[in-house]
């Protein structure tokens, strides 16, 4: 994960100018849910801004950083993801999970993940801080209406609530656009392909664990053998950087360049790669050799 940083001003005029009257309409709605007390509406109007996510991301998943399409059709590859549940919440790991992919992070680790909750963070629903893009397996499969915290949940709104307000409920979950949460790249780092706490102890240490095993970073085949390219078209274009041949110089630097940008797919992973290849080449190199050796693997070469 990255942050896609973006200013609280810019970030409402971006809504504006995608559609002019959802503010307004946004305002209304959730005046209405308030009254209710709970989400319920005949049809939603979230997608018509979901180009303003799709753009400020990078056409990538919030989540696992994977490049989505990026033309008209994109609007059926991208989710536009409520980071909090804007319905009931749902409890994580369930038992069927817990089983099914051997998720016990909370034993490891001693942690309480909170409860489900009903009816959930209705007064979110059209909150801008509240929505992020992510791909399907994210969202729909692995995501879908949970969200682990560490202290006390929120059930009733006190009508001033924002995301931003929301932080003493110490989420598990990393929420990537602008300033709103800690960014991403000071939680996890990758050590070759895989994700990795930066923090050894504590909540910054349990909210990479449980990031890493709730979006199965660390295991998702696709994602491990596209971090696997990236690292390994980034290591050959660190070392042909002054090559004789202006065509391989100039395709080199350009790869050095892009790899790493906030919107190409697996960024954190190059950045930490590239950074590695000037601090310890050696160690560099080690990760390289265990990239080519993970794609061997795959093709059975
Ligand atoms: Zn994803």
């Known amino acids: 994960m990255i942050r896609y940083s973006i200013r609280p001003g810019n970030w409402r005029d971006k809504v504006a100018a995608e559609s002019r009257d959802w503010l307004d309409t946004a305002a ?3 005046a209405r849910f308030r009254v209710l007390g709970k989400y319920d509406e005949e049809s939603s109007i979230w997608s018509r801004i979901k180009r303003v996510y799709m753009e400020l991301q990078g056409y990538k998943c919030g989540f696992c950083e ?44 001693s942690l309480n993940l909170g409860g489900a909750a009903d ?92 990031t890493i095993d709730f979006f199965e970073l660390d295991t998702r085949e696709v994602l491990l053998e596209e971090r696997a390219e990236t690292i390994l078209a980034l290591h050959v274009a660190l070392a042909s950087m002054d090559d004789e041949d202006d065509a391989t110089a100039a395709a080199a630097h350009l790869l050095v360049d892009r790899l790493p940008a906030d919107d190409a797919a697996h960024a954190n992973c190059a950045r930490c790669h590239r950074e590695l290849a000037d601090e310890d080449p050696e160690r560099a190199n080690s990760f390289a050799r265990a990239a080519i050796a993970y794609l061997r693997g795959l093709s059975g070469a």
């Open 66 to 109: 994977r490049r989505l399409e990026k033309s008209q059709f994109g609007n059926i590859e991208h989710d536009v993801e409520h980071f909090r549940p804007k319905k009931s919440v749902k409890v994580w790991p369930t038992s069927t999970q817990r089983r099914d992919r051997s998720i016990t992070v909370d034993q490891e680790l």
């Open 119 to 210: 009816p959930g963070y209705f007064w979110l629903a059209y909150h801008i801080e509240n929505y992020l893009i992510s791909c399907k397996t994210c969202n729909s499969t692995l995501k879908s209406n949970s969200f682990p915290i560490a202290r006390n949940r929120r059930q009733a709104d006190d009508g001033s609530d924002s995301p931003r307000q929301l932080k003493n409920e110490k989420p598990y979950l990393i929420y990537p656009i602008g300033a709103v949460d800690t960014d991403p790249e000071r939680l996890i780092r990758f050590e070759g392909i895989v994700p990795v706490p930066i923090a050894t102890r504590g909540h910054a240490h349990a909210r990479a664990r449980v």
């Open 28 to 30: 209304a709605r959730t």
